[in-house]
């Protein structure tokens, strides 16, 4: 593995764990992140953000990959769910498509936790574990599978302080009823796994220019109205000269009761009152930094860390820092 990509300091022994292995005491601290979403929505894209964006601030990081299909990694997982079980092999052994066949590795996890247990434990407080999550939505709203792992997590043994992190992509913003169904799964999700939750809406540089600032506030805290004032399905949905098939696609999406159901939606989602969206661009390190605030915050991990002594050269650079300005 190349060493300039590995989460671990060049200096450990032959053993990677021995940076973070030590032996826990009965009251250590545990602090994660779950970092979920449908697919395509840039969850590992954030983790490998978010673990620079740590490395560069000397902050330690474990990386847990739970995604049997994922195949690339900017950095090399501490944890492969892989190793355990792989969405490839059971595709072909079990004849299983994908989804099927991603239910079954986490029921494989499930049946096999001293698999990610017993390598979490020696973990100490001073990391974040970052869990990257697979793309398929039915794992966070419609199957007990992921409450389980969870409660595992955050109650068993290792007693994590842990939080969700669920990104929806900013282009669905372009298509509101999109969005505010994507805002849904989100609202789901949290009332699935009953863990502290922050919902982001990532890959902002792909809609700069394309939403005005103060349109966009009313997506970040999801407005009902925005599909009252929406032109660009009146546009879309006109009946076109000759299309008199009530049943088309075009006719169906741009017909009453997909706009009744839109509504509902989107009231139900300011009934409950619970999702707002931080804003992320992966690319900008400001951006993960303040992400990564709001993360500390819902797991306390600044609570519990201990007071430490900056280093010498530290302090000089912060003095000649104030000094020029």
Known sequence: MDESRSLYPTSSSANPNAAHCVEP??????????????????????????IQHLRNNKRPC??????????????EPDIDIKDLISLEDVMEEMGLGPNGGLIYCFEFLLENLDFLTEPLDTVTDEYLI?????????????VPILPTLVKHLMR???????????LLESTFVIDRPKFFAGTLSAM????????????????????????ARKDLKRFIDPDVGLLDDD???????????????????????????????????AQLIDDFSMVSFLQLDAQNEDSVGAVLSYIDDAIQYHE???????????????????MDE
């Open 62 to 75: 474990y990386y847990v990959n739970l995604d049997p299909a994922a195949e690339e990694f900017a950095f």
């Open 188 to 211: 789901s999700a949290m009332l699935m796994l009953e863990m502290p939750h922050i919902n982001i809406l990532s890959k902002m540089d792909l809609v700069k220019g394309q939403v």
């Open 304 to 322: 519990a860390q201990e007071p430490r002594e900056p280093r010498d050269e530290v302090e000089t650079d912060i003095g000649y820092d104030a």
């Open 156 to 166: 068993g043994s290792l007693n994590i302080n842990m939080c969700a992190a669920y």
């Open 25 to 50: 005491g009965p009251t250590m601290s545990k602090f994660g992140v779950l970092v979920m979403g449908p697919a395509g929505a840039g969850k590992s894209t954030f983790c490998t953000a978010l």
């Open 231 to 265: 032109p660009s399905r009146t546009m879309e949905f006109e009946q076109t000269p000759g299309d008199s098939d009530p049943m088309s696609t075009k006719n169906v999406m741009g017909g009453s009761s997909f706009k009744r159901l839109n509504r509902a939606v």
């Open 130 to 142: 970052i869990f990257d999550m697979p793309g398929q939505i039915e794992l966070y709203t419609h």
